[in-house]
C-alpha cells in the first residue's frame, strides 16, 4: 500500500469535464503532453479536489461543489488568490497555475495548481512511517513551527492585507458562530447558554492579528516521502483570513484528542495526536505561548471558544441528519459529541474560575500582610 494518496475513482455525479478543462488550460499557456490520468481525492468536506496526471505534469483541480452558496468556504477564487500572495513568504503552500471564472468551462469557477507528491496523515500513523517516539515528537514541533512561520508572516503592506481586516476578529467569530448554534440546535443537546455568556463576558480587551489559516489540523499538512517529519506542504486556504492567532490555536486544540481523553472524543479522532511523542493540550499551548512570546490575560477563553467552535461544526452536521436531509449514519450519534464538548467547555470554565478565586485568595493574604501593623 502506498504511503502517497493518489485519489481514486470519481464520485458519482462530480464528474468532470477534463476535455473543457484541457481546452481552457492550453489558453492559458499551458504545455499538456499525453493523456490525462483524473482521479479524485476523498479527503475534505467542502470543495471537490482532482488530481490531473499527464506525462510532464502533475497538477491538482479544485472547485466548489454543485449547488453551492458562494461564501468563503467556496470561495476557490480567494483561495487561489491567497496562495499566490502567500507564497514568497511562506513556501510551503502549492504552486498556482492558473484560475478560471468563467462559467462556460465547467458551470463554476475553479483552479489548478502543481500537485506536491507526499504523506497526508488521517487519524492513524502508516505502520510503514515506522516511527520512534522521537521521530513522533519532532513531527509534533515541526507541524506547531509551522503554525508559528505562518503567524509571523509580513502580511501589512502586501497584498495579503486584502483578506481581513481583524477588526473586533474575537467578538464577531463569537457571534457569528453563536447565530449559527442557535439556527442548529435541536432538543437533544444542550443550549451552551452558560458557556456562550460566559464567552461573551470574557472577551480579550486586546488581540494580536496576523494571517491565520483557520483549519490548522495534520491532515492538511504534506509530508516529505524521504525524510516524513518534514512539512512540505500546507493545503485547504478557503478559510485564510486576517485574525488573532490565539484564536486559530484554540480551535486547533479543540481536535487535539489526548490518550486520556474519553471513548467519545477518542471515537471523533482524525489525526495521530494519541501517539507517544506527541504533546498533550497544555504542552502544545506552552510550547506556542514560548516561541511566539505571546502572554494572554486568560488564555481559557481561546480554548473554550474552540471547543464551542468544533460544537457548532459537529452539530450542523447532526442537524441536517436529525431532519432526514442526510441519511449519513456515521453521524447519528453526533449529538453525543455535541454533549461531550459541552461538559469540557463547563469543566474549563470551572477550573479557570477557581484558579482566579485562588489568587484572589492569596493576592488578599498578600496585602492584609503589607497593611498588618
Known amino acids: 500500500m502506498s504511503l502517497i494518496d493518489v485519489g481514486g475513482k470519481i464520485r458519482p455525479g462530480e464528474e468532470l469535464d477534463i476535455l473543457a478543462v484541457e481546452q481552457w488550460l492550453k489558453t492559458q499557456g499551458v504545455d499538456l503532453q499525453g493523456e490525462a490520468i483524473v482521479t479524485q481525492y476523498s479527503g475534505g468536506k467542502s470543495n471537490w479536489t482532482y488530481r490531473l496526471r499527464y506525462e510532464n505534469i502533475d497538477l ?16 476557490v477564487v480567494r483561495e487561489f488568490q491567497i496562495q499566490k500572495n502567500l507564497a514568497d513568504f511562506y513556501p510551503v503552500v502549492p504552486e498556482m497555475i492558473a484560475v478560471c471564472q468563467d462559467h462556460s ?8 495548481m502543481k500537485r506536491i507528491k507526499g504523506i497526508i496523515l488521517r487519524s492513524k500513523l502508516p505502520p510503514e512511517l515506522n516511527f520512534s517516539e522521537k521521530q513522533v515528537h519532532q513531527l ?9 512561520q505562518l503567524h509571523q508572516v509580513p502580511y501589512q503592506g502586501t497584498a495579503l492585507e486584502n483578506f481581513g481586516d481583524g477588526q473586533n476578529y474575537c467578538r464577531n467569530q463569537l457571534e ?6 442557535t439556527k442548529a440546535r435541536t432538543l437533544n ?13 470574557n472577551l480579550p480587551q486586546q488581540s494580536t492579528t496576523c494571517l491565520i489559516h483557520n483549519d490548522w489540523r495534520f491532515d492538511n499538512l504534506i509530508l516529505d516521502p524521504q525524510q516524513p517529519t518534514e512539512i512540505i506542504g500546507v493545503l485547504d486556504w478557503e478559510m485564510a483570513t486576517l485574525g488573532d492567532p490565539l ?22 479522532r482524525r489525526q495521530p495526536t494519541h501517539m507517544a511523542g506527541m504533546f498533550n493540550r497544555k504542552q502544545v499551548v506552552e510550547y506556542y505561548l514560548e516561541k511566539t512570546g505571546l502572554s494572554p490575560e486568560n488564555w481559557t477563553f481561546y ?3 474552540g471547543l464551542f467552535r468544533l460544537a457548532v461544526v459537529t452539530q450542523q452536521i447532526y442537524y441536517r441528519y436529525f431532519h432526514k436531509h442526510s441519511a449519513n449514519p456515521a453521524v447519528k450519534n453526533f449529538w453525543m459529541v455535541v454533549q461531550a464538548l459541552h461538559v469540557r467547555a463547563l469543566k474549563l470554565i470551572a477550573q479557570h474560575k477557581l484558579k482566579d478565586h485562588e489568587l484572589a485568595q492569596r493576592y488578599k493574604q498578600k496585602l492584609q500582610g503589607i497593611l498588618k501593623p
Not at 509534533?140 to 508559528?148: A, E, H, P, Q, R
Not at 480551535?251 to 472524543?265: G, Q, R, S
Open 60 to 75: 491538482v483541480l479544485r472547485r466548489p461543489p454543485k449547488g453551492h452558496k458562494l461564501n468563503r468556504a467556496h470561495d
Open 105 to 112: 468551462v465547467i458551470g463554476c469557477d475553479f483552479y489548478i
Open 140 to 148: 509534533c514541533v515541526n507541524m506547531l513551527d509551522k503554525l508559528i
Open 176 to 181: 457569528a458562530w453563536d447565530r449559527r448554534y
Open 189 to 201: 443537546v444542550p443550549s451552551f447558554k452558560f458557556v456562550r455568556k460566559w464567552l461573551f463576558e
Open 247 to 268: 484564536m486559530e490555536l484554540g480551535t486547533a486544540l479543540a481536535y487535539w484528542v489526548e490518550p486520556t481523553d474519553n471513548m467519545i472524543f477518542k471515537s471523533t
Open 303 to 305: 480554548e473554550v471558544f
